[in-house]
């Protein structure tokens, strides 16, 4: 099947004076003063559209949700004063998903300012019947590339879904030796009396939110966008309780579509500053779904965010160590510390 032409859509925010204010975090001129959660709503629609606009010449009438997002790093910081340009296209074509790649940009201004790639993103969406309890995943047709620019998308997209694959394998590993011995040392200076660490149990942050008709997207659900703007912004509140100057986004590790929500609903968000670097604090944030009648209660989300923190020129800032004690926290003080290593590792082999 051939590949539809590339979605673009642009953010008119350097000619639209009320939509920048919209997308603007702070009534100041810093750098990144844009609301990256609303970013992330208007990325998931795009990443819908492109989808549809593939899965549709097989099946007219299909419908595709979000599965997971996976990996978008920024790159640069996005000004609220220039334009932001999404570019989509299909990626990756599996048997009932496919990937859908975003570039994130500003253009070339009038004023002779260069372009700047913001960001990169990736979304795996699933096609499907329909929306009722009746649904059922639709097989969708490849593509085959026909360019090397392509093949080379379609072979990062399959690295992208083994890596992944990986990391969920990883996880159920035992600490290595030297894992061991970080958590060790990190347990040991609990025991210090003069010890005064950030504790992991209290850098938590929670809220509540009930869905109304306004946050439909298909009939009945949620817009995925809706709730990954949420969950982000309760993650970047809770960051600050462990960046003391501003935490900025650097990552969206991963973001899994787990269950759909429906009008109605009952929204529990939960987030946790799980994990440290010497400038970086990673969130990790779950998003509970119980239902109107109270007989349901299902996790929907659970996103991975990092954030830098950085003073008012963007300049990184140390942060303080967080400290687990349980046996989940170490859990999940141990999966950050393994993705901050692969990452290194990666940047690294790239000579970045």
């Excluded at 670097?277 to 996790?299: A, H, K, M, P, Y």
Aim: net charge neutral.
């Amino acid at each position: 099947m051939a590949l539809p032409p590339d979605r673009i859509l642009t953010l008119p925010l350097g000619s639209d004076p009320s939509l920048r204010r919209r997308y603007m975090l702070l009534d100041e001129d810093l750098p990144a003063n844009v609301r990256f959660g609303l970013i992330l709503e208007v990325l998931d629609k795009v990443a819908e559209e492109c989808a549809l606009d593939y899965a549709r010449q097989a099946h007219p009438q299909a419908r595709v949700v979000t599965a997971a997002i996976d990996n978008i790093y920024v790159r640069s910081a996005a000004d609220v004063h220039r334009d932001l340009v999404f570019r989509a296209r299909v990626n990756f074509v599996g048997r009932t998903s496919l990937e859908v790649g975003i570039r994130v940009e500003h253009a070339a201004g009038a004023d002779g300012s260069p372009p700047a790639h913001i960001a990169s993103c990736y979304f795996t969406m699933v096609a499907r019947s329909t929306t009722g309890a009746a649904a059922e995943s639709l097989v969708l047709p490849a593509f085959e590339p026909d360019d090397a620019l392509a093949v080379r998308r379609w072979e990062r997209a399959i690295a992208r879904r083994e890596g992944y694959r990986h990391q969920l394998h990883q996880a159920q590993e035992p600490p290595s030796r030297e894992e061991y011995a970080l958590l060790t040392s990190l347990h040991a200076a609990q025991e210090e009396p003069a010890f005064q660490g950030l504790m992991a149990a209290d850098c938590v942050t929670s809220g509540w939110e009930r869905t109304y008709p306004e946050h439909e997207n298909v009939p009945t659900k949620i817009f995925g966008g809706h709730l990954i703007r949420q969950a982000f912004e309760l993650s970047s509140i809770c960051a600050e309780q462990v960046a003391p100057h501003r935490p900025v986004i650097v990552a969206v590790n991963r973001i899994n579509f787990v269950q759909p929500v429906r009008m109605g609903d009952k929204l529990q968000f939960l987030s946790r500053a799980v994990y440290s670097g010497s400038t970086s604090v990673c969130v990790e944030t779950d998003i509970i779904r119980i239902s109107r009648d109270r007989t349901q209660t299902n996790l929907s989300n659970s996103c991975v965010f990092t954030f830098a923190n950085v003073d008012d020129e963007l300049r990184p800032q140390p942060v303080p160590p967080i400290y687990p004690t349980t046996y989940a926290e170490d859990a999940r003080y141990l999966a950050a510390h393994r993705r901050r290593a692969a990452r290194l590792a990666w940047k690294a082999s790239r000579g970045r």
